[in-house]
């Protein structure tokens, strides 16, 4: 049985992915908490100042304090002020959005990044989520420095989500997965097309120090009309300058924690 501690995460992590909120009922049911437990988890939460109810007997919605607190750790880290400048002229040359997800234990998080596009389509969707390993430039640019077993582990974890939560293109078992992976080495980097969400194309580069884990992924999305192949041909040179360059700066930060690669990694 989880503890008192284990269910209140998984209720916060449950109304990080729900903006408008939920009902106590229908997270009680989707969560298979027992109605009143979930009531009196909610209650602490609340007081806490972690979760609140938007009227009422209405929805529970989380409130801005736990994104503060991660706020507030990346600024001290110093991060967000190291990679902003490369992130800014990557999108400044790529015209296109651009962002930098960091490798935490076993997840991918997006944490700072920039809109190059000034009109038109603009790809632009939330930050602080964990990244989607199976189907996502990203979950792909980290996957492709791992040793086989181990990706296959954490796609395995993770799980390839339900059909509404990936594209038309996206690989939805492991042998894809594998012939993708080997494609995004041979090129120094991943890219897709419609594989995250239709419409949509994405491109990315590992940031990894020589003879050490990757510490995050640098990333390049912008609509698949404008975002096409021959255009993310054309932009590899700087994605993967950009990835050298944080590789180089990321030493300057306690964020980016550097474990040695472990045999049949990709270095």
């Known amino acids: 049985m989880a503890s008192t501690l284990e269910r209140s995460l998984i209720i916060l992590e449950y109304l990080a992915s729900r903006r408008r909120g939920q009902t106590l009922s229908s997270m009680a049911e989707e ?9 009196r988890l ?9 979760v609140r109810q938007t009227r009422g007997h209405g929805e529970y919605t989380l409130t801005i304090k736990l994104a503060a607190l991660g706020l507030s750790y990346l600024s001290g880290s110093g991060i967000v002020e190291m990679a902003q400048p490369i992130i800014d002229r990557l999108a400044a040359a790529s015209g296109e959005l651009v962002r930098l997800a960091i490798v935490d234990g076993d997840r991918l998080t997006f944490v700072a990044k920039a809109q190059g596009a ?4 603009r790809y632009d969707p939330d930050m602080g989520i ?9 979950g792909h640019a980290w996957l492709m420095t791992l040793p086989e077993e181990r990706a296959l582990e954490l796609i395995v974890r993770q799980g390839f989500g339900d059909p509404q939560e990936y594209g038309p293109r996206a690989p939805t078992g492991w042998k894809a997965v594998v012939e993708i992976l080997e494609q995004a080495r041979a090129r120094g980097l991943s ?13 990315a580069a590992p940031v990894q120090r020589r003879g050490e884990l990757a510490t995050g992924v640098i990333t390049i ?4 009309i404008r975002l096409t192949q021959e255009r993310m ?3 590899g040179a ?3 300058a950009a990835s050298a360059e944080l590789a180089h700066a990321s030493a300057a930060s306690p964020i980016f924690i550097r474990h040695p690669a472990p045999p049949g990694a990709q270095k």
Do not use: N
């Open 191 to 203: 890219r897709m097309q419609e594989m995250y969400e239709i419409g949509m194309s994405a491109m």
């Open 130 to 138: 964990d990244v989607r390993l199976s189907c996502s430039a990203a």
């Open 233 to 235: 041909d054309m932009l």
């Open 31 to 39: 969560l298979e908490l027992p109605l009143s437990a979930c009531h």
């Open 118 to 121: 000034r009109f038109g389509l």
């Open 221 to 224: 999305a912008g609509p698949a």
């Open 238 to 240: 700087d994605l993967l």
């Open 42 to 50: 909610l209650g602490d939460l609340a007081r806490c100042g972690y």
